[in-house]
């Protein structure tokens, strides 16, 4: 079984502050990395996605991924409360199906 | 560029009636995914099409689950006969081939009862 793994949370943080999610995975085929962002009761939006080792920066955002520690990170700067959602890692080896974690809660705080 | 459209919205059905949902992907995404996601989980992949093939089925559970994708752009999901357990949110997705981002439609609620 391809495991995604994340912590549930939920990750409380005080506005303007850094929100930091984490995930890990275990099938070391894969290659491409997607986090996406989810309110409640509405589908999944992709936010970022990664393909290469290292840091992507796009905004507010950055994702980080190490394939040998199989560890990929979303950070958000400065969090608003409307970054208030479920944040789901999402792993796919030859960029085919996406598996998916249980998403982590974040709850930005004003 | 309008997104992925899935209807109906919201379905609730008693158990053991038949249901179907239907999705038109972004334009030009020849790859199509229905997932299913249960409360508190992330989506799960039940079929996905290359234009209309279906390539990968195998988390499909085919006694009472059908799809199709006649022509290359929309799809439709059945499920025959509906069971308690299949009260979910059923996502459709969307890339422009199977090594893209994925872009998600607004799902499908389905109830049944």
């Known amino acids: 079984q391809k495991e995604v793994e994340q912590n549930s949370g939920p990750l409380s943080v005080p506005e303007g502050a850094i929100a930091s999610l984490n995930c890990t995975y275990s099938?070391?085929?894969?290659?491409?990395f997607f986090w996406y962002r989810q309110y409640s009761g509405k589908s999944p939006e992709l936010i970022m996605f990664i393909y290469s080792n290292g840091d992507k920066e796009d905004g507010r955002f950055t994702a980080q991924l190490n394939k040998a520690s199989q560890y990929v990170s979303l950070l958000i700067r400065d969090s608003q409360p409307s970054d208030s959602a479920t944040y789901l890692c999402?792993?796919?080896?030859?960029?085919?199906?996406?598996?998916f974690g249980k998403g982590t809660s974040l709850l930005v705080t004003p | 560029e309008a997104g992925v459209v899935q209807s109906p919205r919201y379905k609730i059905i008693e158990k053991k009636q038949p249901v179907a949902f239907w999705c038109n992907p972004i334009s030009g995404h020849n790859t199509l995914y229905w997932y299913l996601q249960n409360l508190g989980q992330g989506p799960e992949l039940l079929i996905r099409?290359?234009?209309?093939?279906?390539?990968?089925d195998s988390q499909l559970p085919k006694d009472r689950f059908s799809a199709e994708r006649l022509k290359g752009v929309d799809s439709t999901l059945k499920i025959q006969p509906a069971e308690l357990g299949d009260s979910a949110v059923y996502l459709c997705?969307?890339?422009?081939?199977?090594?893209?981002?994925?872009?998600f439609g607004p799902g499908t609620r389905l109830t049944v009862l």
């Open positions: 999402a792993v796919s080896n030859s960029g085919y199906a996406l598996n």
């Open positions: 099409y290359e234009n209309e093939e279906a390539v990968d």
């Open positions: 997705a969307s890339s422009l081939g199977g090594q893209r981002e994925q872009f």
């Open positions: 099938d070391r085929g894969s290659q491409s």
